[in-house]
């Protein structure tokens, strides 16, 4: 085997690692959530809403309700971020797919809600850190962040009370405001995500910057 292909091979995995663990983290948020009668925001709270509405199968919604937001990715984020998002979403159903076959100790809801938010927003800024999402409000957030710069976490804010607004008639008032909880303490991880992420990003550029500056002093 040659050098350069054992070397895309090792990239590869590299890419692939983060993401599947951005999966797993985000599948576990769900699951906690899922047992604390709590909602989440995005896509997948608002199938995880349907599904408790319509009683339907949550991965089968899931899959559906990307479908349009997937032909917009491949129209402006390109073939490669959207092949990877769809690999993250089919990964994801398949994960939460499993749930009720995992055992679940009794969690107080406040501390259920809070850790599958934190799982959730950590697991969601893994796949954008690794150019994938979990497809819908998470597609919208990043063509909105690149293209007219604002901020994914309150894109995805939005979004997240809709799904709120669509769940007020399946869930109790106590589930809802947990529920406020959860998707507050997600979009909270995924503004501080982007707004670190772009400072580094801005520190390069300066330091970039500076050395082209002095190479061209030193002449």
């Not at 990043?142 to 979004?159: H, M």
Request: net charge positive; glycine share 8%; charged share 10%.
């Amino acid at each position: 085997m040659r050098p350069t292909t054992v070397t895309k091979m090792k990239a590869r995995r590299t890419k692939w690692l983060p993401i599947a663990i951005g999966c797993f983290l985000t599948a576990a948020g769900l699951i906690m959530l899922k047992h604390a009668q709590v909602v989440t925001g995005g896509t997948a709270g608002l199938s995880l809403s349907l599904a408790h509405i319509f009683h339907l199968k949550f991965h089968y919604l899931l899959l559906m309700i990307n479908a349009p937001f997937l032909v917009f990715s491949y129209a402006v984020m390109g073939r490669a971020f959207t092949l990877r998002t769809i690999i993250a979403i089919a990964l994801l159903s398949l994960l939460t797919s499993a749930y009720p076959l995992i055992p679940y100790p009794p969690v107080p809801p406040l501390i259920g809600a809070t850790a599958g938010g934190i799982l959730i927003g950590t697991g969601v800024c893994l796949l954008f850190q690794y150019g994938a999402s979990l497809g819908g409000s998470n597609i919208l957030a990043l063509y909105l962040g690149r293209r007219y710069r604002i901020n994914p976490g309150k894109t995805n804010f939005l979004f997240d009370c809709f799904v709120l607004l669509i769940s007020l008639s399946a869930y109790s008032l106590t589930s809802i405001v947990l529920s406020a909880i959860s998707i507050a303490v997600t979009s909270a991880i995924i503004a501080i995500y982007k707004k670190t992420n772009s400072e580094h990003r801005h520190k390069d550029l300066r330091s970039l910057k500076a050395v082209l500056h002095n190479k061209r002093s030193d002449r």
